[in-house]
Nanobody, 124 residues
Framework: QVQLVESGGGLVQAGGSLRLSCAAS????????MGWFRQAPGKEREFVSY????????YYADSVKVRFTISRDNAKNTMSLQMNSLKPEDTAVYYC?????????????????WGQGTQVTVSS
């Protein structure tokens, strides 16, 4: 069982930066692939990025590639998403999610645990 809590969302102007964090409970954080997803009003939840259990592999949606960077600290049971050059279309609720290894996936349906989400709003 993993409990996830996101933080770091807020309001930022286009071109600005935000850093989201996801804190996980439990002692087995290092056994989970971690992902970030987002959902804008009226739209389906979409994949943003994932990082494998050891942090050795990462993957990004084309829409955020180069601008966003995912990372994790297994000693602190945390994951982060550094978001730079933000655009109004990045506005959404951002969720962190976890799935036990060896699953590595960009599909939301493959993840077993979800946080409550944090709002990111980018003004033009």
């Amino acid at each position: 069982q993993v409990q996830l809590v996101e933080s770091g969302g807020g309001l930022v102007q286009a071109g600005g930066s935000l850093r989201l964090s996801c804190a996980a409970s439990g002692r087995t954080f290092s056994r989970y692939t971690m992902g970030w997803f987002r959902q804008a009003p009226g739209k389906e939840r979409e994949f943003v990025s994932y990082i494998t259990w050891s942090g050795g592999n990462t993957y990004y949606a084309d829409s955020v590639k180069v601008r966003f960077t995912i990372s994790r600290d297994n000693a602190k049971n945390t994951m982060s998403l550094q978001m730079n050059s933000l655009k109004p279309e990045d506005t959404a609720v951002y969720y962190c999610a976890a799935v036990a290894r060896p699953v590595v996936s960009p599909r939301a349906g493959d993840y077993d645990y979800w946080g409550q989400g944090t709002q990111v709003t980018v003004s033009s």
